[in-house]
């Protein structure tokens, strides 16, 4: 007896396929195979302008660019070089004054169940405030900062910010050790972290801003001018004094308004670091629209 082409043949192997009803096909921006399959041919026949159509038609470029692929220094490729653009300015202005600004950007749910809608037009506010609040303190375009912070809409914040004031931020994640955040923190130059001053998982607290002190005092840490500690919980933790300071109270003080700070599309816009499991973290870079 046959086997259904439906049914689970093996743990190991998956071969059963599920076709999107057509209601999904028909409001998807790839609409189902045959879309997908003329996407693939038309890279395939003309790559540079497969990239450049996709370029012009889904991203809004402050100074348009003229060249899409340069190869004359490869293997460091430099895609749109020419052109200039901002990554905050493409998720979140480009929606104002359209029907978007209403949507919902962030769905968070807490560690204790809550939910936090926020849509683009309020990130936008939060993200403009906060960017202004990182230049008043003298973060500048081109200067590194580290986010580590915990799963929370602030944490968006933060890199939304980063990038529209053209810096270039790089995310530890929120489990890492003190040791791991100094080499990135090392590696990277940074000149501010962003962090919390405590993360709770399964309503228990967990320390943030004490590793961020822990790992800046092991040394090689100079670069840091600036530590800004979002209250995830009432807990109070140690705050050093000319260094560190609360971001609802340098937020509260910045100005509101942030016009976003354009760069070429090979800027940095993020860096990513390996895990060091295997040996010294070793940072990805991603250009801002490269």
């Known amino acids: 007896m046959s086997t259904p082409d439906n049914s689970i043949q093996s743990t190991l192997v998956e071969n059963r396929v599920f ?7 028909q409001s998807a921006r ?11 041919a038309e890279a395939e026949n003309d790559f540079e302008g497969f990239w450049a159509r996709l370029a012009r038609e889904n991203l809004s470029w402050n100074k348009p660019f003229t060249q899409v692929l340069d190869e004359s220094n490869a293997p460091f490729y430099q895609w749109f070089a020419d052109g200039e653009l901002n990554a905050s300015y493409n998720c979140l202005d480009r929606h104002l004054g359209t029907p978007t600004e209403d949507k919902k950007a ?18 936008h506010a939060k993200v403009s405030q906060f960017a202004s609040a990182l230049k008043e303190m003298g973060v500048q375009k081109g200067d590194r900062v580290v986010i ?8 968006i914040v933060a890199m939304q910010a980063c990038a529209r ?10 489990g890492f050790s003190a040791k791991s955040l100094q080499d990135r923190i ?11 001053n405590f993360q709770l998982r399964g309503g228990k607290e967990l320390p943030l801003k004490a590793i961020v002190d822990e790992g800046i005092a092991m040394g090689g840490c100079e670069s840091i001018k600036n530590v800004i500690v979002y209250q995830r919980t009432l807990s109070a933790c140690n705050m050093v004094e000319g260094r560190d300071s609360l971001m609802h109270e340098v937020t509260a003080k910045a100005n509101p308004v942030c ?6 599309a090979e800027h940095p816009l993020f860096v990513l670091y390996t895990s060091g499991s295997t040996g010294k973290p070793k940072g990805v870079q991603h250009s801002t629209g490269g």
């Open 106 to 123: 962030i769905i968070f749910e807490s560690d204790d169940g809550k939910v936090t809608n926020v849509t683009y037009k309020e990130l």
């Open 30 to 40: 790839i609409s189902g195979m045959e879309g997908y399959n003329a996407l693939c």
């Open 259 to 264: 016009e976003p700070e354009f760069v070429g």
């Open 19 to 25: 076709p999107p009803s057509a209601a999904t096909v």
């Open 186 to 196: 090392q590696d990277a130059g940074a000149v501010a972290v962003i962090t919390a």
């Open 148 to 155: 580590y912070m915990p799963m929370t809409v602030e944490g």
């Open 165 to 174: 004031i053209g810096a270039t931020h790089s995310v530890v994640f929120g």
